[in-house]
């Protein structure tokens, strides 16, 4: 079992090195421990989430008949729920997972896809969201429509910045709702007790040219929580370190989104932690101290 390593000072605005060395000794866990990621997730990016898990180093399932997804969600090391394309079995199966998964100890994370104006997935998602996954994972739009706090954004797309759901992603962990939130975007944010609000400012907008961008992201989530045991935050922000250098390393190379889903998944292979620790763009602003 890899021991995480102790939690960084977090310094008020400016750069936080030890965020970058946390999110190295991460990805060698990952790599090593190869987690088994139980996926129940949309139709559209089974495959590239597959793929993105695989080049990692985790591994795979999508599991999302009845029956089988709970069971299945107590022997996997961790589980993503996304709700891009809720038809009826996936949301059963989805609700029996992530029941066992919080029974048996397995961190989940709950990716709300599109929730806000579309009733079937935003009623799916809030009953997911009252079983408290450890993370909530979304694009801004996302995470303030499933928290209740606004409509939701433009189909699968924000229509606002990551910055405009700090205060409702801080309520929702603070209040132990998750444990952890991530909001991508441009600079994805993530909130967690004890952790600030930590931003990563990597990443290249060609993520948003192919699909599967944030879909794969939190599966990539998924996998880091199961090397974080309790502490949700870090997971966050190394898996979002991780899949975003990955992601700024192949944009270099790329031509194009066509070119830039194989590079993209060359580079989450080759990622190395001195990558990790020369790329890394992590900022800590520190809690507020009570007086
Ligand atoms: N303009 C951008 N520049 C750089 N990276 C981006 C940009 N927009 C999104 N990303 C990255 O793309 C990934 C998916 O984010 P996002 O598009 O917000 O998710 P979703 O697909 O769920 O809406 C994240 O890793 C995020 O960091
Ligand atoms: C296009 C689409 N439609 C329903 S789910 C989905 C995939 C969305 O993927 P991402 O949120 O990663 O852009
Ligand atoms: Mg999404």
Not at 138 to 158: H, Q
């Amino acid at each position: 079992m890899h021991t995480a390593a102790p939690v960084p000072a977090a310094s008020a605005g400016g750069p936080a090195p030890d965020w970058a060395e946390r999110t190295a000794t991460l990805l060698e866990a990952v790599r090593a421990r190869g987690p088994l990621v139980h996926c129940i997730t949309n139709t559209v990016v089974q495959n590239v989430t597959a793929n993105v898990l695989l080049a990692l180093g985790a591994s795979a399932a999508m599991v999302d008949v009845v029956t089988e997804a709970g069971p299945f969600a107590r022997v996997a090391d961790a589980l993503l729920v996304n709700t891009g394309t809720p038809h009826a079995e996936p949301r059963a199966a989805a609700l029996e997972a992530a029941v066992a998964a919080v029974e048996a100890g397995t961190p989940w994370v709950l990716d709300p896809v599109a929730v806000g104006s579309l009733p079937v997935r935003t009623a799916l998602a809030r009953d997911l969201l009252a079983l408290h996954p450890t993370v909530l994972r979304g694009n801004a739009s996302e995470v303030l429509a499933v928290l209740g706090a606004s409509a939701g954004g433009r189909g699968v797309d924000s229509t606002v910045g990551t910055d405009d759901a700090r205060h409702a992603a801080q309520d929702a962990s603070d209040g132990r709702r998750v444990a952890a939130v991530a909001v991508s975007g441009p600079v994805d944010l993530l909130v967690a007790p004890g952790i600030g609000a930590v931003r990563v400012a990597n990443g290249t907008e060609l993520l948003t040219r192919i699909t599967g961008g944030g879909c794969a992201l939190g599966a990539v989530v998924a996998a880091f929580t199961a090397v974080s045991p309790g502490d949700a935050g870090a997971a966050a922000v190394a898996a979002t370190a991780v899949h975003t250098i990955a992601a700024e390393l192949a944009a270099r190379e790329a031509g194009g989104p066509g070119t830039f889903q194989p590079l993209f998944l060359d580079r989450l292979a080759s990622l190395s932690p001195e990558d990790v620790v020369r790329e890394a763009r992590i900022t800590v602003e520190a809690p507020a101290v009570a007086a």
